[in-house]
């Protein structure tokens, strides 16, 4: 009898085990479902708040593209080059925020946004570069065609947002996305729908003189020491061990300027005798001024002189402000 009840035993043993299994298998399941769940569910929180930081930035992006756009004929060159590039670095950053690992279960609002971040960041870059090539008149024969492709990448981006806000409806409740909002590059209810039109915008970049390239420079020059005074409306300056000359050269045109070669010419009346040299300025921004000290210039006390600098760039438009020049009397030493 004992050794039949152990075998009994044995039996009983032996039909646990599949059972034991069975729950073991259906445990490690549900806990892997929901690891599953929570990474799905963290997933999509982490790309919907990327997602509305993305929106939040393409709303202003937007915005301050329509005023640019707006804006041409009325604002200078460097401040439509701002604004557009200014533009064209939000939708960049936008479509950044997007570049994370996505669950499948939000496949749908995934590629939607990320379409549409991807098309706005395309066409700001290409309206910037298309603008940019018309006004440096580059761009005349196909100008209309580039630009209108350009636009078209912000209304393709436009209406994949469109279709990601339909998406929203079937995201899971625990996943808030109340914030979103629309957001349109082209604006249709823009009060000047032809500020989005590509052959409007060529026209009036064209016509407008700001917008032009303009390369421009001037020039003002003093002393070291400055005059004092006059003699027979003729400036003097005072006596000192030497005499530097200063000039100040300002980029008044709206290009930036590589390369500006500054030449200063002192003449001695009296004798005829030239002492000149030559300065380089390298990289001076439209808008920007430097100084250039020509020091110890080679002169004698107690002469007069004539002092002249000038200016040369390439197409310069206006030559008459590349030169200033004084006559000054150096007293000598009393």
């Not at 075998?7 to 039909?15: E, K, L, T």
């Not at 082209?186 to 917008?211: E, F, G, H």
């Not at 400055?226 to 530097?244: C, K, L, Q, R």
């Not at 008459?320 to 000598?332: A, E, I, Q, S, T």
Request: aromatic share 6%; net charge negative.
């Amino acid at each position: 009898m004992t050794f039949r009840a152990y075998r009994s035993d044995r039996r009983r043993g032996r039909r646990r085990w599949p059972l034991i299994v069975v729950t073991l298998i259906a445990i490690v399941s549900v806990v892997v479902y929901l690891v599953s769940r929570q990474t799905e569910q963290r997933g999509g929180v982490e790309f919907f708040a990327a997602a509305d930081q993305a929106s939040d930035i393409s709303i202003s992006a937007s915005a301050e593209l329509e005023g640019a756009l707006s804006s041409i004929g009325v604002i200078d060159r460097q401040e439509l080059t701002r604004r557009l590039q200014s533009v064209a670095d939000s939708a960049t950053e936008a479509d950044s925020l997007l570049n994370m690992e996505i669950p499948s279960n939000i496949g749908n609002s995934y590629g939607t946004m990320a379409t549409a971040t991807a098309s706005w960041a395309r066409g700001a870059r290409d309206v910037n570069t298309a603008i940019t090539a018309i006004m440096d008149g580059v761009l005349i024969e196909g100008a209309t065609e580039q630009l209108e492709a350009a636009l078209d990448l912000l209304r393709v981006g436009d209406s994949a947002y469109d279709l990601f806000m339909e998406t929203l409806p079937t995201v899971d409740e625990g996943i808030d996305v109340s914030g979103f909002v629309s957001v349109t590059y082209i604006n249709l209810d823009a009060p000047a729908l032809l500020i989005y039109d590509a052959q409007s915008l060529v026209i009036r970049i064209q016509t407008s003189y700001d917008l032009s390239p303009h390369h421009d420079v001037s020039v003002n020059g003093t002393t070291t020491p400055d005059p004092i005074g006059e003699t027979g409306g003729i400036p003097v300056v005072p006596f000192a061990s030497s005499i530097d000359v200063q000039a100040v050269v300002t980029n008044v045109g709206n290009q930036d300027e590589p390369t500006v070669i500054v030449v200063m010419d002192v003449i001695d009346i009296t004798s005829g005798v030239l002492v000149s040299q030559t300065q380089t300025i390298t990289d001076l921004i439209a808008g920007a001024s430097t100084t250039v000290t020509f020091s110890d210039v080679d002169i004698r006390p107690g002469s007069l002189y004539q002092v002249k600098i000038t200016l040369e760039i390439e197409d310069d438009i206006d030559l008459d402000n590349n030169v200033w020049d004084m006559r000054f009397l150096w007293r000598g030493e009393s």
